[in-house]
């Protein structure tokens, strides 16, 4: 059993059957509107007759209220600064803070000038994590859905019914902050067809009117507090705890996440984990940075302890299997590769001389004493000097 432990092309191919590693560690509540946002995008959406094939979703993790702007995928970080300025600058200001996935357009120097100019912190999620930006993934499939319906009932192209979508979002209710988003962005109901006496005059700058604005803020707060921590205590029975040390040698996780072929490994047969790397350091409480080698040097190196397995693999245990040779009859071929030690041995009548033979596939305990006679007739090279 403890060899199969240290056995890597074992722990390589084996499939896990316990619960994933790392605790949810929810991002803090922000303190005001539209400070903190998150944003994703939706691609390979059908063509419209507006050229529009994607959906850049935007949405402020306070008040749950989103943006969602039609796009083209061939959009560049440059077109979508000007698109940002346009839509959330101007109607919400500068954010405090911006988390989204690892998109290309989100790593580009230009975006990170762009919102360092801006003074934005950008909080990009480690490699192959959709759950960083889970509130963009959920409000996504939500969005999806919306659409379908609009579709199916109403026909057209999508970016057509878009608008009304959005407005819809907005005035439905949002379980985690216990109202709709529009009156947590607002402070009031929106007026709509189906509550025109719900809504009338508002004295807006009335001392009242602030005080009220206020106390549905820091309620919205306390009930986004709550379902963090229901929502995180639910998850934690799925998951359990695992730390690691820098230096420890550690197995990456390369399953095939959605149809995408990761670390250039194909197949149905192929491993489930590569490795071994080290860890070089840790970044936050569930993250860790990996030493890759060159031929990954496309993948960010950080990645989430749930794609992380410790490597228990010793030299002693591991064979390289592109170095075994074998013979005709398909035996295993072992090579001497150094004399370490001699010694002679007593026998009843005799003495014989011994020596301490290091083999190829072998590693410290596991050298063999032979006998030296055998050793020069077999291996004579091994007594050249």
């Given amino acids: 059993m403890q060899y199969v432990n240290k056995c890597l092309t074992c722990a390589q191919v084996k499939a896990e059957h316990q619960k994933p590693y790392g605790y949810v560690q929810p991002l803090e509540v922000p303190e005001w509107k539209w400070e903190h946002i998150t944003m994703d995008f939706i691609t390979k959406l059908p063509l419209t007759a507006k050229r529009h094939d994607a959906i850049w979703v935007i949405v402020d993790r306070l008040t749950k209220s989103a943006h969602f702007l039609p796009m083209r995928e061939t959009y560049t970080s440059e077109k979508l600064s000007e698109l940002f300025v346009k839509e959330i600058i101007m109607r919400h200001g500068v954010p405090v803070s911006i988390v989204s996935d690892r998109d290309t357009r989100f790593v580009s120097r230009f975006w990170k000038r762009f919102h360092e100019s801006m003074g934005t912190r950008l909080n990009i999620s480690t490699a192959y994590h959709p759950q960083t930006d889970g509130q963009s993934e959920r409000t996504i499939q939500t969005l999806e859905d919306m659409l379908r319906a609009c579709i199916i009932d109403f026909g057209g192209g999508w970016d057509d019914h878009l608008p009304l979508v959005e407005f819809s979002y907005n005035n439905n209710y949002h379980a985690s902050i216990g109202m709709p988003p529009y009156e947590a962005l607002y402070g009031r109901r929106c007026r709509t067809p189906l509550c025109w006496g719900g809504v009338g005059q508002k004295e807006v700058g009335s001392k009242a009117a602030v005080l009220d604005l206020t106390e549905k803020l820091q309620l919205v707060k306390a009930r986004m507090k709550a379902a963090q921590d229901?929502?995180?205590?639910?998850?934690?029975?799925?998951?359990?705890?695992?730390?690691?040390?820098?230096?420890?040698?550690?197995?990456?996780?390369?399953?095939?996440?959605?149809?995408?072929?990761?670390?250039?490994?194909?197949?149905?047969?192929s491993p489930r984990f590569i490795g071994p790397f080290r860890i070089m350091a840790r970044v936050g409480k569930v993250a860790y940075r990996l030493d890759l080698p060159d031929e990954l040097s496309g993948i960010h190196p950080t990645f989430h302890v749930s794609h992380l397995r410790k490597c228990l693999a010793d030299d002693v245990a591991y064979v390289p299997l592109n170095d075994i040779e074998v013979d005709e009859r398909l035996n295993y071929i072992e090579e001497p590769v150094a004399i370490v030690d001699t010694k002679e041995k007593q026998l009843r009548n005799k003495m014989i001389r011994q020596v301490k033979v290091q083999w190829k596939h072998r590693k410290g305990s596991e050298a063999t004493w032979e006998t030296e006679d055998e050793m020069k007739r077999l291996?004579?090279?091994?007594?050249?000097t």
């Fill in 230 to 269: 229901r929502q995180k205590s639910y998850a934690d029975k799925r998951r359990r705890p695992i730390e690691f040390e820098v230096g420890d040698q550690v197995l990456l996780k390369v399953s095939p996440w959605k149809g995408i072929i990761r670390f250039r490994k194909r197949g149905k047969l």
């Fill in 379 to 384: 291996y004579p090279h091994l007594f050249e």
